[in-house]
T-cell receptor, first 111, second 117 residues
Framework: RKEVEQDPGPFNVPEGATVAFNCTYS??????FFWYRQDCRKEPKLLMS???SGNEDGRFTAQLNRASQYISLLIRDSKLSDSATYLC????????????FGPGTRLSVLP | GAVVSQHPSRVICKSGTSVKIECRSL??????MFWYRQFPKQSLMLMAT?????????EQGVEKDKFLINHASLTLSTLTVTSAHPEDSSFYIC?????????????FGDGTRLSIL
């Protein structure tokens, strides 16, 4: 089983739609969780950290369920500029060590 | 915010050439830097962890003699792809973490697109 798994995608949604991405991780000792976005042929950019209590940043809401080892990202009122690949990232073998990236889920927001 | 500079951004060279990629943390010190590779339509894959002042830690399947890593200072790590071949063509990205904020996200360089002819 891969350390981090995500919805395979791609997701094609109309502008204004709400879209949810799911992610599961296998290492129960993981401490830090993040969502990154990666545009085509670019480096990943941090979208938001994910906290145990859940957190929101504008149209983006992240949730963490430690018991189920599950992370989610909700995008409301999607914009054309949200089109990208969304990467679920979990810290690796030990706290403070390398982050493990999920395979990513491609989102295309259509006009 | 924290900035990581990666250079060069694009390399096109002949098979057999060795290519050196630099990764610098501009406004913070990084005892650890990470080197990733990403093939088209695939996920980022960690190649190695670069440790300042000591040997790099390579992931399984990554040839240490082919991908030479040097992390001689707290702000610079280099990756040298030795005798590169077409199958080494890929997007190489480095990242670094502020040594004073290990629980914070990694900061990525802009990446190096390597094309071996």
């Amino acid at each position: 089983r891969k350390e981090v798994e995500q919805d395979p995608g791609p997701f094609n949604v109309p502008e204004g739609a709400t879209v949810a991405f799911n992610c599961t991780y296998s290492n129960s000792a993981s401490q830090s969780f993040f969502w990154y976005r990666q545009d085509c042929r670019k480096e990943p950019k941090l979208l938001m950290s994910v906290y145990s209590s859940g957190n929101e940043d504008g149209r983006f809401t992240a949730q963490l369920n430690r018991a189920s080892q599950y992370i989610s990202l909700l995008i409301r009122d999607s914009k054309l500029s949200d089109s990208a690949t969304y990467l679920c990232v979990v810290n690796g073998r030990n706290y403070g060590q390398n982050f493990v990236f999920g395979p990513g889920t491609r989102l295309s927001v259509l006009p | 915010g924290a900035v990581v500079s990666q250079h060069p951004s694009r390399v096109i060279c002949k098979s057999g050439t060795s290519v050196k990629i630099e990764c610098r943390s501009l406004d913070f010190q990084a005892t650890t830097m990470f080197w990733y590779r990403q093939f088209p339509k695939q996920s980022l894959m960690l190649m190695a962890t670069s440790n300042e002042g000591s040997k790099a830690t390579y992931e399984q399947g990554v040839e240490k003699d082919k991908f030479l890593i040097n992390h001689a200072s707290l702000t610079l790590s280099t990756l040298t792809v030795t005798s590169a071949h077409p199958e080494d063509s890929s997007f190489y990205i480095c990242s670094a973490r502020d040594r004073t904020a290990l629980d914070q996200p990694q900061h990525f360089g802009d990446g190096t697109r390597l094309s071996i002819l």
